[in-house]
């Protein structure tokens, strides 16, 4: 069974339209994360979520707007896409209490045209 | 910036050889992660040093860690073909601070 999902595993767009990417984990993790890993295969955290709470967010556009409906789901919704926003976007989780080990969904491709 | 940087960006042995990488970070840290990543997928954890420990091991994985240099290297023994993948590095500055990535080591594995 996949610990931790993203779908779609691609998303080719034209700028200025709205996406979302979604991300769900089913190991009863506590927090979440999305990441963005540019060309250069720099990873930078974007946003972190604990049950269901936004703890973190990084300097990231409010064009990008996460959401969590439930502590096993968090969603990344991005308005306005910009040819900056072309990326790999990794979802992660963590247990949240005494371990600090993440795990990383596949990761979503996004190429903004 | 808190970004740690690995060391080589690329490194390409031999099947059988050894592969050291090593990574510098900025600041003082909880414990220092290393994750693998296979072209297309994400990122793997391969094995933890906490801030008071020096050396640990895990398979053919060794990793060392000196504080005072701000520096950490992860050794794989007997490379295989098998580990031609990125490593990176990442630091936990403290707890329940996000993890800071370094930019990755590219390393090649030729059978």
Redesign the interface.
């Known amino acids: 069974d996949t610990a ?1 999902s993203q779908t779609p595993k691609y998303l080719v767009t034209q700028m200025g339209n709205d996406k979302s990417i979604k991300c769900e984990q089913n190991l009863g993790h506590d927090t979440m ?1 999305w990441y963005k890993q540019d060309s ?6 974007m946003f ?1 979520y604990n049950n269901k709470e936004l ?2 967010n ?1 300097t990231v556009p409010n064009r990008f707007s996460p959401k969590s409906p439930d502590k096993a789901h968090l969603n990344l919704h991005i308005n306005s896409l910009e040819l900056g926003d072309s990326a790999v976007y ?1 979802c ?1 989780s963590r247990h949240g209490q005494g371990t ?8 979503t491709r996004l190429t903004v045209l | 910036s808190q970004q740690g940087e690995e060391d080589p960006q690329a490194l390409s042995i031999q099947e059988g050889e050894n592969a050291t990488m090593n990574c510098s970070y900025k600041t003082s840290i909880n414990n220092l992660q290393w994750y693998r990543q296979n072209s297309g997928r994400g990122l793997v954890h391969l094995i933890l040093i906490r801030s008071n420990e020096r050396e640990k091991h895990s398979g053919r994985l060794r990793v060392t860690l000196d504080t005072s240099k701000k520096s950490s290297s992860l050794l794989i023994t007997a490379s295989r073909a098998a580990d031609t993948a990125s490593y990176f590095c990442a630091t936990e500055p403290s707890g329940n601070t996000p993890l800071v990535f370094g930019k990755g080591t590219r390393l090649s594995v030729i059978a």
């Open positions: 931790v994360y250069k295969k720099f990873l930078k955290i972190s703890i973190i990084e990794f992660a600090v080990e993440q795990f990383f969904g596949p990761g």
